[in-house]
């Protein structure tokens, strides 16, 4: 599937004044709109093959990792802390909130194996144990009863252990994943959950730019390594 180039995100390191139409990514753990096509990611941002042919080869000969996991499908989205691998050459790069929405951050491979994720929701699941949504798709079920939407977990890679939890709670470390701050990180200096379905909950957090009032579910606890 294709859309528009005037219509796609702005991060995406594509001219608007080229050919009419860009791959858009499919359907999946991540929004359209900070989330971007592996054949992009491969061929336009990090400059790994001269076309789209040979990024598609690239890509379908399982020479792409994401989370630890080859991917094949030239349009999987990639988003918001996803990590991606090129074994080949020992390269490996994070998804990192940014002031354009994403952008891609190179890192030492050691941090490879580890993702810090925003848990979206929890549900009492069977044996009285939780299910825990994260923000990039994934379920996990855990039996400890101290996990919180809003909080954030590093998990390790390929499997989903957690090996770290951070809460959101006031003097935590945060950073701002998406909305005009995109990028901004600081402490947390308030924290207020919705109290109608018609309110938002909201995050005060205290920056070097001053104080940044944003919705609880753009904030990312913990440091986004």
């Known amino acids: 599937m294709h859309l528009k180039r005037y219509s796609m995100p702005g991060f995406w390191p ?38 789209a042919k040979e990024a598609g080869k690239i890509i379908k000969a399982g020479d792409v990792l994401i989370d630890k996991k080859a991917v094949k499908n030239d349009n999987h989205p990639v988003g ?13 790069f994070r998804v990192i909130a940014s002031g354009k929405g994403v952008e891609i951050a190179e890192i030492p491979a050691a941090q ?9 929701n929890k549900k009492v699941a069977k044996g009285g144990k939780f299910q825990l949504s994260l923000h990039d798709g994934r379920n996990i079920i ?27 709670k006031t003097g935590a470390t945060a950073t701002i994943m998406a909305g005009k701050n995109s990028g901004v990180s600081g402490k947390i200096k308030s924290a207020e959950e919705r109290k109608t379905m018609m309110e938002k909950g909201r995050v005060v957090l205290e920056t070097k730019e001053g104080e940044i009032e944003t919705l609880r579910e753009y904030i990312l606890v913990g440091e986004a390594k």
């Open 14 to 51: 594509l001219g608007r004044k080229n050919n009419k139409f860009v791959i858009t990514p499919s359907p999946g753990p991540h929004p359209k709109q900070f989330s971007i096509a592996l054949r992009v990611l491969v061929r336009d941002v990090l400059g790994y093959a001269e076309n």
């Open 80 to 92: 918001l802390m996803d990590v991606v691998e090129f074994p080949a050459i020992k390269k490996q």
């Open 112 to 120: 490879a194996s580890r993702k810090t994720c925003s848990i979206r």
């Open 142 to 168: 855990v039996k400890e009863n101290k996990y919180k939407p809003g909080d954030s977990v590093v998990i390790e890679l390929p499997g989903q252990k957690i090996l770290e939890h951070f809460e959101m």
